[in-house]
């Protein structure tokens, strides 16, 4: 077993009214991460819709005909625009914590609302990050590796990656959010649609393969963090 990573856990929240999960329910969720986290160190980020990276690259781009649309997969008041930007934006607050704290090694990103995942509880948490090792790059997923020329759907959730959990060591923080924001920003001009940023991560993977990256099999519950 490798040496411990000095860890600090990121998360982010957008408020959206109209969400299907009420911002009352996010907040107890938010609660029940910071309260599991204890003294560990925590990075946790509030936005506003309009100040998100990519819905300022979105309402930057030209007028496309047909018109720019998005994944709406089989929950279509679920995956708005707002949506889908919100769930990119996890890139950007993990390099914002990076950038801030010059102390960690290690980046964990965790979903604001993971506490809503079934078995999770405070010390499935705080196990997972007594285990954590450093330069250990690792993201989980449900899928098994994609062949090439496999091809991932625009429209449905690639669960190559479940997107709720990502360890991320500082020296790999730039390969993972430039890729992400360059085939993000590529695949919008080139497709003309928008869709999951798991999609976006398994698209990635192959430029992650230079590191040090793994894949480990988990699913949308707390074997997440068990299983690493």
């Not at 107890?28 to 509030?46: E, F, M, N, T």
């Not at 929950?75 to 996890?90: M, V």
């Not at 995942?117 to 090792?133: C, I, N, S, Y």
């Not at 993201?139 to 496999?150: K, S, T």
């Amino acid at each position: 077993m490798g040496k411990l990573a000095k860890t600090r856990v990121v998360t982010g929240y957008v408020r959206v009214e109209d969400s299907q999960r009420p911002p009352a329910t996010y907040e107890i969720l938010g609660q029940r991460l910071s309260d599991a986290l204890g003294d560990h160190p925590l990075a946790v980020y509030y936005e506003r819709v309009g100040d998100l990276w990519l819905t300022k690259f979105v309402e930057k781009l030209p007028v496309f005909k047909p018109p720019l649309t998005w994944a709406k997969g089989d929950n279509p008041l679920k995956n708005t625009l707002e949506y889908h930007c919100i769930n990119h934006q996890k890139f950007a607050w993990l390099e914002r914590a990076c950038n801030e704290d010059q102390e960690s090694d290690t980046f964990i990103w965790m979903d604001y609302g993971i506490f809503s995942q079934p078995g999770m509880t405070a010390e499935v948490v705080r196990d997972f990050l007594r285990r954590v090792r450093k330069n250990d790059f690792a993201i989980p997923g449900c899928w098994p590796p994609l062949l090439a020329g496999d091809p991932i759907s625009d429209d449905y959730p690639c669960w190559r990656f479940l997107g709720s959990l990502l360890i991320v060591p500082r020296e790999e923080m730039r390969r993972l959010t430039e890729g992400a924001y360059a085939m993000t920003r590529l695949h919008i001009r080139i497709i003309k649609k928008l869709t999951f940023e798991v999609n976006t991560l398994a698209r990635v993977e192959p430029f992650l393969k230079k590191s040090n990256f793994r894949w480990y099999e988990a699913d949308h519950n707390a074997s997440m963090f068990t299983r690493y």
